[in-house]
C-alpha cells in the first residue's frame, strides 16, 4: 500500500483486518492515512465485523457487504 501503488491502482475500497481475540495489531497509521487520502472507502473489520467481498467472475459489479 504505498502511494507508488495507490497511485497506480487507485482503489475504492480498501479492506482491513484487525481487532480480533488473537490481539492482531491495528494497522498502521501511515497505512490508513494513504488509504483515506487516496479517497478509498476504508473498511476495518474492528469497525464493521466481517466483510464480504464478491468478485463474479464475468468481471460485473463488485459487491461489499459488512455485517453492521
Request: proline letters at 6%.
Amino acid at each position: 500500500s504505498s502511494q507508488a501503488f495507490l497511485d497506480v491502482t487507485r482503489p475504492q475500497i480498501a479492506v482491513i483486518s484487525f481487532g480480533n481475540a488473537r490481539g492482531t495489531q491495528t494497522p498502521d497509521r501511515d497505512t490508513l492515512d494513504r488509504l483515506r487520502r487516496s479517497a478509498a472507502q476504508v473498511l476495518t473489520t474492528a469497525e464493521m465485523g466481517t466483510v464480504t467481498v464478491e468478485a463474479p467472475p464475468d468481471g460485473s459489479r463488485v459487491r461489499v457487504s459488512t455485517a453492521s
